[in-house]
């Protein structure tokens, strides 16, 4: 019984960062275009192209450490 002392506290905080994570992502615009999405994965055109002068298979990001040559 007194283990119910702990698991509803907990169980309403988890509720309360649920509820907020939610709105979050409401006042964020994660809900606005659900549809795009799941449309543009059965198009057949090439995705946009990357940054300029980055290969195309190349999706590291370019690092700059000071040390120019």
Do not use: H, K, Y
């Not at 543009?40 to 995705?47: F, G, H, M």
Request: proline share 12%; no cysteine.
């Amino acid at each position: 019984m007194n283990i119910l002392f702990v698991l509803i506290p907990i169980s309403l905080v988890l509720l309360l960062v649920i509820i907020g994570t939610f709105i979050w992502a409401v006042r964020r615009g994660q809900f606005e275009d659900l549809d795009t999405p799941a449309i543009d994965i059965l198009s057949d055109e090439a995705p946009p192209p990357g940054r300029p002068g980055q290969p195309a298979g190349d999706t590291s990001t370019p690092t700059s450490d000071g040390d120019a040559d």
